[in-house]
Each structure stands twice: as C-alpha cells, then as structure tokens.
C-alpha cells in the first residue's frame, strides 16, 4: 500500500511550479464553471429533502404494517390458546358436577347472543375505521385543493412584484 502511494506522489514531486500554477488554475475554472451548471435554488434544497423524508416514510409502511400484522397474529393466537386451555378445564369440571340439559341450552344462547353483540361491534369498529380513513383522505384533499389556490396567488404576486421591480 505505501508503495502505491509512493508512485501515486512522486509525479506530482517531479512538476514544475509553472505546470502546478496551470493545473489549480484550471480545477478553479472547472469548479467554477461546474457550480454555475448545478445551481440549486432554495425550493431544490427544500424539494429535494422533502421528497427524501417523505420516500423514507413510505419505504416504511410496509414493515409497519408487517410488524402490526404480527403483533396481533400473536395477541390473537395467545387469547386462543388461553380460551382452549379453558374449555378443557371448565368441560372436567362441569362433567363431573354433571349439569342440568336445560341449564346449558341457557348458557349457549346467552353466549350466542353476546358472540352477536361482539361480532357487531367488531364490523362497527371496521366501520367506524373506513370513515374516518375516508375523512382523514377527504381532509388532506381540501389542504391540497387550498394550497393549490395559495401557491397560485403566491406566484402571481411574485409576478406582479417582478413586472414593477423591471419598471
């Protein structure tokens, strides 16, 4: 590696002043020349970073979505898990203490009119979930829509400055 190094010096050891003097000059006009062609305004800076922030966000969505997917896959299969370990614990128990026909017939229908209950409540909250998305959506639409009309004003203001600053 210093050898290569080494080589990579030693011509520049071996120039004259005159032929260093034409070379800095030249990389001066070159870099001057360059940074008139990659003049970047304000709005590119802020553009440019924006549109970065916001692929990153986006990038992002679906290990969000993955990891929630997950989280509840496995909140879902514990409360199975929970509720199997007891049906086998209260079925012992309630066929030893032998229970009345007619007392489970009760049980069931009460428990199918709550299994109703949750089973709604579960579509109302999906509900509830789609017009709010739908409102959230509709909302953002209307910033846009009255951005739109600010950026339009903003540019012909700028307009109309600019035809009196020629004046």
Do not use: C
Not at 16 to 43: D, F, G, H, L, P
Not at 99 to 106: G, R, V
């Amino acid at each position: 590696m210093k050898t290569q190094r080494t080589k990579e010096i030693s011509p520049l050891e071996k120039m004259t002043k005159q032929k260093m003097a034409k070379i800095i000059k030249t990389a001066k006009r070159e870099a001057k020349s360059s940074e008139k062609e990659n003049a970047v305004s304000i709005y590119d800076v802020m553009k440019n970073s924006t549109s970065e922030i916001i692929q990153k966000i986006e990038s992002k969505f679906p290990t969000y979505a993955q990891l929630y997917t997950d989280l509840y896959t496995k909140y879902l299969h514990s409360m199975a898990y929970l509720y199997g370990t007891y049906y086998l614990s209260e079925m012992e128990f309630f066929d030893k203490v032998g229970m009345n026909k007619t007392a489970i017939q009760a049980f069931d229908a009460y428990w199918k009119s709550i299994n109703n209950m949750i089973m709604s409540q579960i579509d109302m909250g999906a509900n509830f979930a789609k017009i709010y998305i739908q409102f959230r959506l509709a909302t953002i639409d209307s910033y846009d829509t009255v951005a739109h009309h600010m950026i339009d004003s903003y540019a012909k203001a700028w307009n109309q400055f600019n035809s009196y600053n020629k004046k």
